[in-house]
């Protein structure tokens, strides 16, 4: 099992920054992949950012260049540095870690989640 913590969320400014924080306990040793997802009402969990074991990122494309993804492994820690926020960033953001097991050549991903924290930014 693991447990995620996040923080940092709050209201902010078009234009203006955020640092989010997640914190990993647990069975820290079986995450592949940490990352974050947002959602609004309405509409699907889509992923934002995430960071493989091997310091690998991908981002989706409404935040190239805008957000940048880290990890620090020896706090355990995911962070999640948003730069010149738009409205249409506000959100709940929520922290993920992805385990992925074989069953035999079949890959099964177990995915654990943060309580989300919102992100508000106001034009």
């Known amino acids: 099992q693991v447990q995620l913590v996040e923080s940092g969320g709050g209201l902010v400014q078009a234009g203006g920054s955020l640092r989010l924080s997640c914190a990993a306990s647990g069975s820290i040793s079986s995450i592949n992949v940490l990352g974050w997802y947002r959602q609004t009402p309405g509409k699907q969990r889509e992923l934002v950012a995430d960071?493989?074991?091997?310091?690998?990122?991908n981002y989706a494309d409404s935040v190239k260049g805008r957000f940048t993804i880290s990890r620090d492994g020896a706090k355990n820690t995911v962070y999640l540095q948003m730069s010149s926020l738009k409205p249409e960033d506000t959100a709940v953001y929520y922290c993920?870690?992805?385990?992925?097991?074989?069953?035999?050549?079949?890959?099964?991903?177990?995915?654990?989640w943060g309580q989300g924290t919102q992100v508000t930014v106001s034009s």
């Open positions: 993920n870690a992805r385990h992925t097991i074989w069953i035999l050549t079949t890959p099964r991903d177990l995915d654990y």
């Open positions: 960071i493989t074991d091997g310091g690998s990122t």
